[in-house]
């Protein structure tokens, strides 16, 4: 199975400020179709996972701009700018490439 | 609005049985591939089984492979997770999902 793995675990961000979260996989994530299936979800507390990122960099409806999603072949970052109380919790990535999907262990964001 | 409700989940004693449903509204049912995904307590997220759109092919992953079935009803807009031989280690929060959105998840406990 193809392995995702998240860095940091934890972040401790103040409000305002920007968070980089970093999903690494044991083998690329380029499908034969030249696609790349490489997703981010947050779940807040108490709630499902929400798409924020789809196929590397491509923000899903109503997700603001203040998250960007960047990489390519085994690298992706996730990047939140001017983070806002709302954006805590804990954020997955999530590869669909290869069967079966696996997802990161998850990130936990925190304010400061 | 995409809504979908999972129902069915409960307390069942390890070798038992649980019929998971989940009611999908506000898309076009039949249109979307469509997922099932767990979250054990105070863990990560795991995939578990998909099906395509017609439901024709279906997906498994290798733990539950011959134990749990994924089925839908494209008339009633709704799918469903055939769980038998559970074990304790399914004991988790289930989520239906589809690239539109998540549940809010229903949880079995596998326990004698």
């Known amino acids: 199975d193809v392995v995702l793995t998240q860095t940091p675990v934890s972040l401790l961000i103040s409000l305002g400020g920007q968070a980089s979260i970093s999903c690494r996989s044991s083998q690329s994530l380029v499908h034969s179709n030249g696609n790349t299936y490489l997703h981010w979800y947050l779940q807040k507390p108490g709630q499902s996972p929400q798409l924020l990122i789809y196929q590397v960099s491509n923000r899903f409806s109503g997700i603001p701009d203040r998250f960007s999603g960047s990489g390519s072949g085994t690298d992706f970052t996730l990047k939140i700018s001017r983070v806002e109380p709302e954006d805590l919790g804990v954020y997955y990535c999530?590869?669909?490439?290869?069967?079966?999907?696996?997802f990161g262990g998850g990130t936990k964001l925190e304010l400061k | 609005e995409v809504q979908l409700v999972e129902s069915g989940g409960g307390l069942v004693q390890p070798g038992r049985s649980l019929k998971l449903s989940c009611a999908a509204s506000g898309f076009t049912f039949s249109n979307y591939g469509m997922h099932w995904i767990r979250q054990a307590p105070t863990k990560g997220l795991e995939w578990v089984a998909s099906?395509?759109?017609?439901?024709?092919?279906?997906y498994y992953r290798d733990s539950v492979k011959g134990r749990f079935t994924i089925s839908r009803d494209n008339a009633k807009s709704t799918l469903y997770l055939q769980m038998d031989s559970l074990r304790s280690e399914d004991t988790a929060t289930y989520y239906c999902?589809?690239?539109?959105?998540w549940g809010q998840g229903v949880m079995v406990t596998v326990s004698s």
């Open positions: 999902a589809t690239d539109l959105g």
């Open positions: 999530l590869q669909r490439t290869h069967n079966p999907w696996t």
């Open positions: 099906i395509s759109p017609s439901g024709g092919s279906t």
